[in-house]
């Protein structure tokens, strides 16, 4: 069949063509840009990489308002202890203390990304957080983090494309793919 992808043991099939990204990325810069036109500090747009940043390069292109935008990383490794796996927001450089901040994700699905993200960064005592994020998986969702801009709502299949990956492959494609069932 046309169209599919195939990487590893895996076959996806498209979900969400490049235009309907488009279109849900308008709507929620619009959103952004009403909170934020009359804003009196300078927001930091910033992006968690990989996974954002097309995400990211499309939206600035949509916000009307000044702001900076910085990218950080959360490198996860396996820790020795019993705790498991343990992550490190790395890339905050300069102070952010008091700053407004939009995250931006590529998706929130159980929110343990996210939530360590939000706890590091209000650590260093910024003004406020919100959080927009293209994709979220509302019914993996586990975390008390508000999902601020949530650009599309999707359910608890697998995804890639537009910045998305499977092991690293996928991220390159316009359109958003599922993994096909068997
Ligand atoms: P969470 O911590 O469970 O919310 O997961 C967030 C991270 O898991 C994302 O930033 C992605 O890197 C990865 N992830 C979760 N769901 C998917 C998916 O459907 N496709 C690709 N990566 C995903
Ligand atoms: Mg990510």
Do not use: W
């Amino acid at each position: 069949m046309d169209n599919l992808v195939k990487i590893h043991d895996l076959t996806f099939r498209p979900l969400i063509d490049a235009k309907s990204i488009d279109e849900a990325v308008t709507r929620v810069a619009e959103k952004i840009n009403a909170q934020y036109s009359d804003s009196t500090q300078i927001p930091l747009i910033l992006g968690v990489l990989n996974g954002s940043f097309m995400f990211l390069s499309d939206l600035a292109r949509k916000l009307t308002f000044r702001c900076e935008v910085s990218f950080v990383k959360l490198a996860s490794y396996e820790g020795c202890s019993s705790t498991g796996t343990i992550r490190e927001l790395i890339g905050l450089n300069g102070s952010i203390e008091g700053r407004d901040i939009i995250i931006v994700e590529d998706i929130v699905d159980s929110g343990r990304s996210i939530t360590h993200t939000c706890e590091t960064l209000r650590r260093h005592n910024v003004g406020s957080i919100r959080v927009c994020t293209l994709l979220f998986k509302p019914a993996a969702y586990k975390g008390v983090e508000v999902i601020d801009y949530p650009a599309i709502e999707v359910g608890n299949e697998f995804l890639i494309g537009y910045g998305l990956d499977y092991d690293q492959h996928g991220r390159e494609l316009a359109d958003i793919f599922v993994v096909c069932d068997e």
